[in-house]
């Protein structure tokens, strides 16, 4: 098989780094002090970093709006200010939302009424959750940092609510690991014709 160089400019870089990822989309949940915005942010760039204690980084990209960036995101600014966030994992059948989730503004649109999302309140952080997603996370931020144009929040899970049917006889069910039932970033790539 023949190489040929990938270049490391444009949208090859959005590319590459969509296939270095391991695909699998989740939606952030946040809100401001006052609960008065409501921010859902679909990422793909999420992992489990340590086992004890259990800490998850998530990868957002930057630029407020306070910042006069083109590319702001409200959610960025909503879980700076706040500290956390509600991680929601969705199957495959939630796309369509998550896709109009992320190419809207929460400050512009209540997202949860525009995707058709029910906000599920949550007991340790102030943003709700998403009750159609089978796995909800409420996290609280314990460290953070800034990798070019994203930032790296790191966070500890607080408490975990599964769907009934996840887990059946101490297992997890087949139908959450089969990796056809997940949101993956090549929908994304597929419906946008990004190749």
Known sequence: ??????????????????????????MLTSCNADKSINGIIPISWMMPT?????????SVGHGGK?????????????????????????TGDLMDSMIKAG??????????SECK????????ISAPLIAECF???????IDQFRTGD???FVAEPLIVYVDDDVIVDGKFAVKYLDKS?????????TMWNMW
């Open 1 to 26: 098989m023949n190489k040929r160089e990938f270049k490391l400019e444009g949208m090859d870089i959005t590319k590459l780094s969509w296939i270095l990822s391991n695909g699998q989309m989740v």
């Open 50 to 58: 340590s086992h004890k204690p259990l800490l998850i980084a998530a």
């Open 66 to 90: 306070e910042t006069g960036d083109f590319a702001y995101r409200v959610s960025y600014s909503l879980i700076n200010e706040t500290k956390e966030f509600g991680l929601n994992v969705p």
């Open 103 to 112: 190419t809207t503004h929460s400050d512009e649109v209540d997202k949860f």
């Open 117 to 124: 999302f029910t906000p599920m309140p949550s007991k340790h």
């Open 135 to 141: 796995l909800n996370i409420e996290c609280k931020i």
């Open 150 to 152: 994203h930032t790296v």
């Open 181 to 189: 039932n997940q949101a993956h970033i090549t929908e994304v790539i």
